[in-house]
């Protein structure tokens, strides 16, 4: 197999700096986290609308029937355009989920792939547009 030609700087930085996210917030509180995590604690639903954002990264993986009230609180000022939003259990729980998934998937500034990680389950993983829907 033919080896991978090494990239110049200036390519490399180009791939950094399309690729690097330095603004995210995970809505995930649980047993898998470590506890210095959390700079936050309390209701997830009280707490992102005080999180300053915007954030170019989101993993919703806390209350499922939760998900359409955390999009409202994050939609559009506290994700950057291009930004990923990405819902854990959207297969195992997708009845829990079937407000999110029906919202996010019509959704004309969002691009929304099932991804299955296992059989059982995986991600609603959303690409916010980078141009405004209209
Ligand atoms: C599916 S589990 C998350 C699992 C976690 N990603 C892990 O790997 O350990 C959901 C967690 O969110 C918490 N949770 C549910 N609703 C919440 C809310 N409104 N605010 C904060 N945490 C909440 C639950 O107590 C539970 O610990």
Redo the contacts with the bound molecule.
């Keep these: 197999m033919p080896k991978p030609k090494a990239k110049s700087p200036a390519q490399s930085s180009e791939i950094r700096k399309h690729y690097y996210l330095d603004r995210y917030v995970i809505i995930?509180?649980?047993?898998?986290?470590r506890p210095d995590s959390f700079s936050h604690q309390g209701?997830?639903?009280k707490i992102v609308p005080t999180l300053e954002g915007p954030f170019d990264f989101v993993l919703l993986?806390?209350?499922k029937q939760?998900q359409v009230d955390y999009f409202k609180k994050l939609f559009p000022t506290k994700l950057t355009p291009g930004a990923l939003l990405v819902a854990?259990n959207a297969i195992e729980l997708k009845d829990m989920m079937e407000d999110y998934l029906k919202l996010i998937g019509n959704h004309p500034e969002f691009e929304t792939v099932i991804l299955s990680l296992t059989m059982q389950d995986g991600f609603a993983v959303s690409y916010r547009s980078r141009k405004p829907a209209g």
């Design positions: 995930a509180p649980g047993r898998n986290l209701d997830a639903h993986d806390a209350d939760g854990h």
